[in-house]
Nanobody
Framework: QVQLVESGGGLVQAGGSLRVSCTAS????????MAWFRQAPGKEREFVAA????????KYADLVKGRFTISRDNAKNTVYLQMNSLKFEDTAVYYC?????????????????????WGQGTQVTVSS
């Protein structure tokens, strides 16, 4: 079982930067592929970024590519999402998610169905 806790959300002006973090409990964090999703009011949850267990592979949604960076520190059981050049449309609740290595299919990294553990979310609000 993995428990995830996000932090670092807040209010930022358009064009600014913010880093959100997700800290996991448990000793198996380094074996879990991790991802960030987000959900804006009235919209479905959407994929933002994903990283393999070693951070050797990272994937991004087209909407954030070049602006957001996902990284992880397995020694600290933490995954990060650095968000630069933020836009009003980036406003959402950001969720981190962890996948079980035995059921994860890397080809579907963008699908919420791949992830078994979710945090409670952290609000990111970008003012225009």
């Amino acid at each position: 079982q993995v428990q995830l806790v996000e932090s670092g959300g807040g209010l930022v002006q358009a064009g600014g930067s913010l880093r959100v973090s997700c800290t996991a409990s448990g000793r198996t964090f380094s074996r879990h592929p991790m991802a960030w999703f987000r959900q804006a009011p009235g919209k479905e949850r959407e994929f933002v970024a994903a990283t393999s267990w070693s951070a050797g592979t990272t994937k991004y949604a087209d909407l954030v590519k070049g602006r957001f960076t996902i990284s992880r520190d397995n020694a600290k059981n933490t995954v990060y999402l650095q968000m630069n050049s933020l836009k009003f449309e980036d406003t959402a609740v950001y969720y981190c998610a962890a996948a079980r290595i035995d059921t994860y299919y890397s080809g579907s990294y963008y699908s919420a169905l791949q992830y078994d553990y979710w945090g409670q979310g952290t609000q990111v609000t970008v003012s225009s």
